[in-house]
C-alpha cells in the first residue's frame, strides 16, 4: 500500500521564478493538504483540496495556488519566488473532510538563492 | 491569535527512561489533538491522536494526555529507545481532517 509520495525531492530555483510540486495521495484517499515547513519551525497550513476545490486556505499569499486532479492527486504552485519561500513543502492526505488522521508524504525541499 | 506552543525546545533523556513532552494550545475552538514524530529528512509521522471528549489516550509504549481546563496537552514515551530520537510536534484542529496548527517542536534526544 503506497504512502503519500511527493515530486521532486529537491529543487533549486532563483528569485522571480516559478515552481510546482506535485503529490500523490495514500491509496483510498480523496483530500490532499499542503504544508509548508521553515527550517527549525513547525508545517504551515497552505490549502487543502476536495473534490478538486480549495477548501480551506492558510495565511499565503495568492503567489501560492493549487490544483487537484479528478485521481485525487495535487500540485503544488508558487510564482515570483522569494528567498523566503526557501522549505520543506509538504503534502499530507486523509479520507474525506473530517474524521481522520492526515499522513504525510516526505516533502520538497525548495531551495531559492 | 491560534497558537500551538511547547514548554521545551530540548528534551535529553537516558535509554530506558521515560520521557514527556508537553504542549500549550490556545484555541478553546480546537477539538482534536495529534502527536507527530519527525526524523531527519522525512514528513511528519502521526504518532497518537486524542479528541476533546477524552483526557488520556495510551497506544504502544505511548500516552497522550489531554487537560482542556489549562489546555495542555502532552506525550509520554515510556521506555525511551535511540530510534526514539527525532522532533516531536503537537499539532491542533477544530476537524479532524481539516487544517493542523502545529507547534515549534521538541527535539529529543535519546543517550544510549
Known amino acids: 500500500d503506497a504512502g503519500v509520495t511527493q515530486s521532486p525531492t529537491h529543487l533549486i530555483k532563483t528569485r522571480g521564478q516559478q515552481v510546482t510540486l506535485r503529490c500523490s495521495p495514500k491509496?483510498?484517499?480523496?483530500?490532499v493538504s499542503w504544508y509548508q515547513q521553515a527550517l527549525g519551525q513547525g508545517p504551515q497550513f497552505i490549502f487543502q483540496?476536495?473534490?478538486?476545490?480549495?477548501?480551506q486556505r492558510g495565511n499565503f499569499p495568492d503567489r501560492f495556488s493549487g490544483h487537484q486532479f479528478p485521481n485525487y492527486s495535487s500540485e503544488l504552485n508558487v510564482n515570483a519566488l522569494l528567498l523566503g519561500d526557501s522549505a520543506l513543502y509538504l503534502c499530507?492526505?486523509?479520507?474525506?473532510?473530517?474524521?481522520?488522521?492526515?499522513?504525510f508524504g516526505p516533502g520538497t525541499r525548495l531551495t531559492v538563492l | 491569535g491560534e497558537s500551538v506552543g511547547l514548554h521545551l525546545p530540548t528534551l535529553s533523556v537516558q535509554e530506558g527512561d521515560n520521557s514527556i513532552i508537553n504542549c500549550a494550545y490556545s484555541n478553546s475552538a480546537s477539538d482534536y489533538f495529534i502527536w507527530y514524530k519527525q526524523e531527519s529528512g522525512k514528513g511528519p509521522q502521526f504518532i497518537i491522536d486524542?479528541?476533546?471528549?477524552?483526557d488520556k489516550r495510551q497506544g504502544q509504549r505511548v500516552t497522550v494526555l489531554l487537560n482542556k481546563t489549562v489546555k495542555h496537552l502532552s506525550l509520554q514515551i515510556a521506555a525511551t529507545q535511540p530510534g526514539d530520537s527525532a522532533v516531536y510536534f503537537c499539532?491542533?484542529?477544530?476537524?479532524?481532517?481539516?487544517?493542523?496548527?502545529f507547534g515549534q517542536g521538541t527535539e529529543l534526544s535519546v543517550k544510549p
Open positions: 499530507a492526505s486523509t479520507l474525506g473532510l473530517t474524521g481522520n488522521e492526515q499522513f
Open positions: 499539532a491542533e484542529s477544530s476537524n479532524q481532517g481539516g487544517k493542523l496548527i
Open positions: 483540496y476536495y473534490e478538486e476545490e480549495e477548501r
Open positions: 491509496s483510498g484517499h480523496d483530500t
Open positions: 486524542i479528541r476533546s471528549n477524552m
